[in-house]
T-cell receptor
Framework: DGGITQSPKYLFRKEGQNVTLSCEQNLNHDAMYWYRQDPGQGLRLIYYSQIVNDFQKGDIAEGYSVSREKKESFPLTVTSAQKNPTAFYLC??????????????FGPGTRLTVL | GDSVTQMEGPVTLSEEAFLTINCTYTATGYPSLFWYVQYPGEGLQLLLKATKADDKGSNKGFEATYRKETTSFHLEKGSVQVSDSAVYFCALSGENTGFQKLVFGTGTRLLVSP
């Protein structure tokens, strides 16, 4: 089955440690996205990538880093510089054919808790 | 910049009641509009979409009509079920972002009781 996988589902880390969240898709989508969701709030865009080896900052990129070495993979690193990293992180992808955003498909999310 | 405003929740209804969740937007031109649903502990799923004025998106008994004159995309369902309990997000993709990103509302939680 095609889809997006995120791992792990739950992640615990000590304050000051970097942590990398995995996102893999087998939908052959060019574009991938990382969002952060906090309780009672909408989704805020962290980073996005329209094509391999290229990515752009979203609205809240500070304290995060990404890479896009393969079309299928878009890992997110939460660094120690992120002041309040505890949140639910969602990865998404879309085909963006013809230069217009099509439906974004979302993964199941990773809940990160920093102790 | 572009923005989406949704009614605050939670919206609490009894089973078989009529549902309306309001969504209005601010954007230049003609954005594409979406409704997503998030069940507890899961990612988001596309519920329906509309890409031009007066389009009606529909899925699983839910409907929303793209109203350019009122910049609105209200979500409706004639008879809700307990299984519809979830958080609903309105979103747009517009010219200001080259139609490459989604801008989300804050979400509206729906609670349906038997």
């Amino acid at each position: 089955d095609g889809g997006i996988t995120q791992s792990p589902k739950y992640l615990f880390r000590k304050e000051g440690q970097n942590v990398t969240l995995s996102c893999e898709q087998n939908l052959n989508h060019d574009a991938m996205y990382w969002y952060r969701q906090d309780p009672g709030q909408g989704l805020r865009l962290i980073y996005y990538s329209q094509i391999v080896n290229d990515f752009q900052k979203g609205d809240i990129a500070e304290g995060y880093s990404v890479s896009r070495e393969k079309k299928e993979s878009f890992p997110l690193t939460v660094t120690s510089a992120q002041k309040n990293p505890t949140a639910f992180y969602l990865c998404a992808s879309s085909s963006n054919s013809g230069g217009v955003l099509n439906e974004q498909f979302f993964g199941p999310g990773t809940r990160l808790t920093v102790l | 910049g572009d923005s989406v405003t949704q009614m605050e929740g939670p919206v609490t209804l009894s089973e078989e009641a009529f549902l309306t969740i309001n969504c209005t937007y601010t954007a230049t031109g003609y954005p594409s509009l979406f409704w997503y649903v998030q069940y507890p502990g899961e990612g988001l799923q596309l519920l329906l979409k509309a890409t031009k004025a007066d389009d009606k998106g529909s899925n699983k008994g839910f409907e929303a009509t793209y109203r350019k004159e009122t910049t609105s995309f209200h979500l409706e369902k004639g008879s809700v079920q307990v299984s519809d309990s979830a958080v609903y997000f309105c979103a747009l993709s517009g010219e200001n972002t080259g139609f490459q990103k989604l801008v989300f509302g804050t979400g509206t939680r729906l609670l349906v009781s038997p």
